[in-house]
């Protein structure tokens, strides 16, 4: 059974930084595209970056370019989302998600598996 499981969340001052890690186990197909995306209440569900288990190609939205990172650890099978120069719209529950192949960022109707999300307030 595939699980994700995100955590490192939790409550940061504008200007600060935090990691996001998901851990993934179950997959019956190989090198899993691994999504972060992030959904604040009343808004939709977007995504942020996405780094392809092909290649380690990433990708980025526009509103994260230049603050986030994501990188993998294989042997732990982790995913990482570093993510400095926090701003308080960054406020919202973080999810971890899991397709094939990387689409950009990310659209959340395309992914398959999801993880339960982890909550990221940011102060001003």
């Known amino acids: 059974e595939v699980q994700l499981v995100e955590s490192g969340g939790g409550l940061a001052q504008a200007g600060g930084s935090l990691r996001l890690s998901c851990q993934a186990s179950?997959?019956?197909?190989?090198?899993?595209?691994i999504g972060w995306f992030r959904q604040a209440p009343g808004k939709e569900r977007e995504g942020i970056s996405c780094?392809?288990?092909?290649?380690?190609?990433?990708y980025y939205a526009d509103s994260v370019k230049g603050r986030f990172t994501i990188s993998s650890d294989n042997a732990k099978n982790t995913v990482y989302l570093q993510m400095n120069s926090l701003k308080p719209e960054d406020t919202a529950v973080y999810y971890c998600a899991a397709d094939y192949y990387c689409s950009g960022a990310g659209t959340p109707e395309w992914y398959d598996y999801w993880g339960q999300g982890t909550q990221v307030t940011v102060s001003s």
């Open positions: 179950g997959f019956t197909f190989d090198e899993p595209a």
């Open positions: 780094i392809d288990g092909s290649d380690g190609s990433t």
